[in-house]
Nanobody, 116 residues
Framework: VQLQASGGGSVQAGGSLRLSCTAS???????MAWYRQPPGGQRELVAD???????KYADSVKDRFTISRDNAKNTVYLQMNSLKPEDTAVYLC????????????WGQGTQVTVSS
């Protein structure tokens, strides 16, 4: 099982980035999500999207970020617009397959740095 995230980088405030994450070795994925962990901070949910379900966003990113999926490719995207310095963090993708025991699989993350 491997989740490979990409698309991070350094941008100025107000800019945009699009993150991608592809899960390999997983089948019947139920939910895919993005979390982030700022420097010295705790990991927090950014957005998640269940298969056939409705997106959920952290209040801090609503109306700026959009999560989407390509189920055929086991890929989740995060379009990030109007970026702010407080969005600076390592962004991690995660996926939960439809198993009897709920199990989340994690990628290594991609760094997003927003300068003012």
């Amino acid at each position: 099982v491997q989740l490979q995230a990409s698309g991070g980088g350094s941008v100025q405030a107000g800019g945009s980035l699009r993150l991608s994450c592809t899960a390999s070795g997983l089948f019947r994925i139920k939910t895919m999500a993005w979390y982030r962990q700022p420097p010295g901070g705790q990991r927090e949910l950014v957005a998640d999207l269940p298969t056939g379900g409705v997106e959920k966003y952290a209040d801090s990113v609503k109306d700026r970020f959009t999560i989407s999926r390509d189920n055929a490719k086991n890929t989740v995207y995060l379009q990030m617009n109007s970026l702010k310095p407080e969005d600076t963090a390592v962004y991690l993708c995660t996926a939960k397959p439809n198993l009897a025991v709920p199990t989340w699989y994690w990628g290594q993350g991609t760094q997003v740095t927003v300068s003012s």
